[in-house]
């Protein structure tokens, strides 16, 4: 292999790292339709203060009564979802489902709001308010526990169901704290994330109502590492929900 060849497979390979962390687009505006099978695809920002960039996904079947709200991680952004196929296929099945960029990520402008617990709690609030969110799941997966896991022990009575991926920020809460949630929880997380998901697992289980699922072979990031199991267990869990 000669040296310029080496040098473009290396950009090829960089490229679609680059792909897979999901880079930021150019900002999107309005809404517009997405092609697939009977599936539109929405996007927008959220009004007011600290407006949030969300897409969103109607069901045009059967729709069922949860709606799932997704999170996501450093790395990444609501545009995840897009790529994993994650939204396409809760529409499918009958679900409302709503991604989000957190405030700095994506197509979201940072927040000075997001600098206190109460103020991302409030802003995670009002963004579902906002979309007119009612009967919401929460998927949070990694970093995006900044947001969730104040959300839940302040406003866990909005929330149907929670999807706590290897989160952050658990340990800021006590034992009292997580026993008055009683939101049904599915603690998911990868086999080889052995640090965070560990420490969110210790703290999560004290949770009334919760399951615990590991997927195998997977990282901190399991829902990447292996979508179809994740997919699977997730909407066993948003079927089995009351
Ligand atoms: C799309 O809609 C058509 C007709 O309404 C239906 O027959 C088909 O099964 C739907 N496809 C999917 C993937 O839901
Ligand atoms: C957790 O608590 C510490 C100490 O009170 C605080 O500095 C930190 O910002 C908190 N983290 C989160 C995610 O709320
Ligand atoms: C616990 O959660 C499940 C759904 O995962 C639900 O069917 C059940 O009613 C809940 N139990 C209690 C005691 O709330």
Known sequence: ??????????????????????????????????????????????????????REVVPLHRPHRLEVVLLHGKAFSSRTWEQLGTLQLLAQRGYRAVALDLPGFGNSAPSKEANTEEGRAKLLERALGDLKVQNAVLVSPSLSGYYALPFLIRGHHQLHGFVPIAPVSTQNYTQEQFLAVKTPTLILYGELDRILALQALRHLRQLPNHSIVKLRNAGHACYLHKPQDFHLVLLTFLDNLP
């Open 1 to 54: 292999m000669s040296r310029s060849q080496a040098a473009l497979l290396g950009l090829g390979l960089l490229l679609m790292l680059l792909l897979y962390l999901g880079l930021p687009g150019p900002p999107e505006q309005g809404s517009w339709p997405w092609a697939g099978p009977n599936v539109t695809m929405l996007a927008g920002l959220t009004s007011g203060d600290s407006p949030i960039f969300y």
